[in-house]
T-cell receptor
């Protein structure tokens, strides 16, 4: 049981390049999330998916797109990377109902030059 | 949107001593969940403790306990018998029960140093 996995762990991009961050969970959770973490700002929600087939914008969605490929996988795409997107990105998942504790992946450190 | 405030960017504690981390939140809702997460240098986010707002009893998990003051909208974390492994960034988080969007709101974190 790996929990929440993310790939890659680290990536360097040039401004204007595109890339997709992958996330998968093996806990049969309905909900999945993408956050970015910047110094002094805590975690901010980019997009989330309450259930398979649905996605919604969070607090900071501009410049990102997401795909809920199936119940297990939730990817985050940067179509044209900008230096302001340099950050650490976390994927998380949670069950529907109950306390809905979020379980986090190990993070992806992204540097946009 | 709800806001979560952690007013202590940094805290330190002597090993084996007790430390309390503060968290306040702003909401008009009556039912919600509150969480404390720990983020060590590995960056992995780890759940420390959680509290349901409708429960008056404060949650405890071994050396970790909370002081939940609903009227004051305060949710502090107490770490007893601090250990070197407790050194980490700690985040307070809020989740609405009624919010069908499943959004969590996080504070900006408190960096805890444990002094040997």
């Amino acid at each position: 049981n790996a929990g929440v996995t993310q790939t890659p762990k680290f990536q360097v991009l040039k401004t204007g390049q595109s890339m997709t961050l992958q996330c998968a969970q093996d806990m049969n959770h309905n909900s999945m999330y993408w956050y970015r973490q910047d110094p002094g700002m805590g975690l901010r929600l980019i997009y989330y998916s309450a259930s398979e087939g649905t996605t919604d914008k969070g607090e900071v969605p501009n410049g990102y797109n997401v795909s809920r490929l199936n119940k297990r996988e939730f990817s985050l795409r940067l179509e044209s990377a900008a230096p302001s997107q340099t950050s650490v990105y976390f994927c998380a998942s949670s069950e529907a109902g109950g306390l809905e504790t979020q379980y986090f992946g190990p993070g992806t450190r992204l540097l946009v030059l | 949107a709800q806001t979560v405030t952690q007013s202590q960017p940094e805290m330190s504690v002597q090993e084996a001593e007790t430390v309390t981390l503060s968290c306040t939140y702003d909401t008009s809702e009556s039912d919600y969940y509150l969480f404390w997460y720990k983020q060590p240098p590995s960056r992995q986010m780890i759940l420390v403790i959680r509290q349901e707002a409708y429960k008056q009893q404060n949650a405890t998990e071994n050396r970790f306990s909370v002081n939940f003051q609903k009227a004051a909208k305060s949710f502090s974390l107490k770490i007893s018998d601090s250990q070197l492994g407790d050194a980490a960034m700690y985040f307070c988080a809020y989740r609405s029960v009624a919010n069908t969007g499943n959004q969590f709101y996080f504070g900006t974190g408190t960096s805890l140093t444990v002094i040997p």
